[in-house]
């Protein structure tokens, strides 16, 4: 085994590794700021003329109606938004079945010409109605894309700006349900009908709403992050829609891009520069790299380092592997948080597959101390989001459907939401966080239901 030692930095042998950490812990006088800046930016983004400066871009998504429960049909679904795409197949009725198949999208999809990623979602869902044998009918498809789109109408999405490591040129400002329909016309083998495009964040919200009235707010803490809300027509200055009933309109925040114009660096690090300096998209997500988990791992990996170089951890000596970019997976996180308090089992299993194969009890407590400012910091910030939202809403009992990888899978993230929430909002709300299942699926056909049901019903 190969250590390096890392003498980048002078040693500051009185600092602990307490002490580099507590610049990530964040007191509840900064939380309560980041809440009235997000409150701020949010009017910022549904006003008129703020709209266009504003950073959070509140981009209403023309879901106007929730699902009462009854919406029935087959219907497919696509799911753009992370490392995976997904074809669904999903039934509704009293129960809701799902068929799917995940298909990868290979990194230099990602980053390659848009017509390319296009092509490659057309190829896929092809290649799925061919499996299941879906030729014959003229199925109803909602369309998932999880990226900040300006929506003019339930079936047009305009990309404002590719985000979590997506930058396919060619893309941006440009429709994607027209480039989809596009990319199936060039083949020729498909025929579908395209009722609606969403967010992930509305998906969730939806799928949560099926079944619990009291749903207002989707969430995603996942490999980005982002918010949704039931909002009054009235707030929405910038709503050109029609001014039908129902009132109100699902706002998609687009949360991730809070800080982007500097107003969160009170809380940011040299760690959260470092992250953002080296990213696909430089001074972009301010908010979202510091609580997804597209770089969660990647802040944690840094303080390490940090640590190291301090003399602080494995007695001054980090592995090859350590001194990696992206080497401290996010999922690394849940996993060593979730070790009993007077273990480290799945500690010591991560560190040796980073190299470190004598690590103290001391060095585990330290990573495990780590992890848990990284993920506590991320909890916090998120709760702050979600107690503007209902302190905004201001309704007596609200729901928030969540969903994402680092929520489901962190073993205290929810409890750690639940608490900060409870501190920051008004006297009387009552609320809930629920894991909502499969958003981008059963919430994409449920989309598409309720536009058919509402277009029936004018
Ligand atoms: C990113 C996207 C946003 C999405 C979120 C969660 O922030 O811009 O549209 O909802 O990730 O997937």
Redesign the pocket.
């Known amino acids: 085994m190969k250590f390096v030692l890392c003498c980048c930095r002078p040693k500051r042998k009185t600092l602990t590794v307490k002490d580099i950490c507590q610049e990530l812990v964040l007191n509840h006088e900064a939380i309560k700021e980041v809440c009235s800046c997000l409150q701020e930016e949010i009017n910022r983004g549904l006003g008129k003329d703020s709209n266009p400066e504003a950073t959070i871009k509140c981009f209403p998504t023309y879901v106007r109606e929730l699902p009462n429960g009854k919406e029935n049909g087959r219907f497919l679904a696509l799911d753009l938004?992370?490392t995976n795409f997904r074809v669904l197949l999903i039934e509704l009725g009293a129960k809701c079945t799902m068929d799917s198949r995940i298909y990868a999208v290979p990194q230099p999809i990602m980053v390659g010409p848009g017509d390319g990623l296009f092509d490659h979602i057309a190829e896929c869902l092809a290649s799925f109605i061919k499996e299941r044998d879906l030729g014959t009918e003229l199925l109803p498809l909602g369309f998932t894309?999880?990226?900040?789109?300006k929506q003019e109408g339930l079936t047009k999405a305009r990309l404002a700006?590719w985000?979590?490591g997506f930058k396919c040129p060619g893309v941006e400002g440009r429709d994607v349900v027209e480039l989809l329909k596009q990319a199936i016309a060039r083949r020729g083998d498909v025929r579908i009908k395209i009722c609606a495009v969403l967010?992930?964040?509305t998906g969730t919200l939806m799928s949560c709403a099926w079944k619990n009235h009291n749903c207002r707010i989707g969430l995603?803490?996942?490999?980005?992050?982002?918010?949704?809300y039931m909002e009054k027509l009235e707030k929405v200055e910038l709503w050109d829609g029609s001014t039908d009933e129902p009132p109100q309109v699902i706002i998609?925040t687009?949360?991730?891009?809070f800080g982007d114009n500097g107003c969160l660096d009170f809380v940011r690090t040299e760690y959260d520069n470092t992250i953002d300096r080296e990213s696909i998209n430089p001074g972009r997500?301010l908010y979202?790299k510091m609580i997804?988990g597209m770089y969660m791992g990647e802040i944690a990996r840094q303080v390490l380092v940090r640590l190291v170089s301090d003399g602080l951890l494995f007695g001054g000596y980090a592995s090859d592997i350590l001194l990696e970019k992206g080497s401290f997976f996010t999922k690394y996180i849940s996993e060593i948080e979730s070790d009993k308090p007077d273990d480290f089992n799945n500690c010591r299993a991560i560190l040796e597959e980073l190299g470190f194969n004598d690590a103290t009890d001391a060095d585990c407590a330290n990573v495990r101390h780590v992890c848990e400012c990284v993920s506590r910091r991320a909890a916090s910030l998120a709760a702050a989001g979600v107690a503007v939202l209902l302190n905004r809403i201001n309704e007596e009992s609200v729901t928030v459907a969540v969903d994402?990888s680092v929520y489901r899978f962190h073993p205290h993230f929810h409890n750690l939401m639940v608490e900060q929430i409870s501190h920051l909002i008004k006297p009387g709300i009552k609320f809930d966080l629920m894991l909502s299942e499969d958003g981008s699926g059963r919430g994409a056909a449920l989309v598409a239901a309720v536009a058919s049901r509402s277009a029936s019903m004018r």
């Not at 894309?145 to 789109?149: A, D, K, N």
């Not at 687009?254 to 891009?257: I, K, L, P, Q, S």
């Open positions: 938004g992370g894309f999880s990226f900040p789109c700006c985000t979590k967010n992930d964040t995603i803490v996942g490999t980005g992050t982002n918010a949704c998609n687009e949360w991730g891009a997500q979202e997804s994402g």
